[in-house]
Each structure stands twice: as C-alpha cells, then as structure tokens.
Nanobody
Framework: QVQLQESGGGSVQPGGSLRLSCAVSVIDISQNYMGWFRQAPEKEREGVATISPSGKLYYDTSVKGRFTISRDIAKNTVHLQMNSLEAADTAMYYC???????????????????WGQGTQVTVSS
C-alpha cells in the first residue's frame, strides 16, 4: 500500500523557517508528480508547490521566493523548505502524489490521488 508520511511541522514565529519532509513508500517519486498542499481552518485545500517527474518546479504565487520544493530520489523523500514564514502560512500541510497531471493543473488538489495524513504548521508571535 502506498504511504506518504509527512514530518517537520511545528510552531514558529513570523519570519522563521521550517523544513517539511514527505517519506514515500512503494511508489517511485521520480516517476510521479509530487506536491505539497495546505488547508487552513474553514478554507479549501490549496496547492503550494509541485515537482514533476522531470524535476520541473511549480509554485503558488503566495509562496514563490519563500518556499522551495525538492526531492531526494535515493531516499524517496520530498521536502518543502519554508522561509520567511507568515501568519497566513498557518495550515495543515499535506504531501500528495499522482502519475499524471492534465492541462496545467500542477497545483490542483483534484489532480492528486494519493495523500499523506498531514503535518501542522503554525506561525504565530
């Protein structure tokens, strides 16, 4: 059974940094689109960043320049480095995988079928 296990969440002050990790089993992350998504209370889940099988990167405009998605193929793990965190970044963060993305829906939750359980990120002073 495919498993995506997120880790690295926590509480941090505005301006701080966190690095999320997503350990993946069974599937090969180099053959999948791997994405990070987030969902704040009473809000819809939204795409944050995606890395394609070829290594192409996609970011939501709200995090571009602050967040970096990367992957360690040897460890089958995907990371999300988050810098200059803001209160608006507070959410549950999810890792997800899909083998194909139609059109330009690289950041659409509907494009992804396999999800982790999430890790909480709280940015507060």
């Amino acid at each position: 059974q495919v498993q995506l296990q997120e880790s690295g969440g926590g509480s941090v002050q505005p301006g701080g940094s966190l690095r999320l990790s997503c350990a993946v089993s069974v599937i090969d992350i180099s053959q999948n689109y791997m994405g990070w998504f987030r969902q704040a209370p009473e809000k819809e889940r939204e795409g944050v960043a995606t890395i394609s099988p070829s290594g192409k990167l996609y970011y939501d405009t709200s995090v571009k320049g602050r967040f970096t998605i990367s992957r360690d193929i040897a460890k089958n793990t995907v990371h999300l480095q988050m810098n200059s965190l803001e209160a608006a970044d507070t959410a549950m963060y999810y890792c997800a995988a899909t083998t194909i993305v139609y059109g330009n829906r690289w950041l659409s939750p509907g494009s992804f079928g396999t999800w982790g359980q999430g890790t909480q990120v709280t940015v507060s002073s």
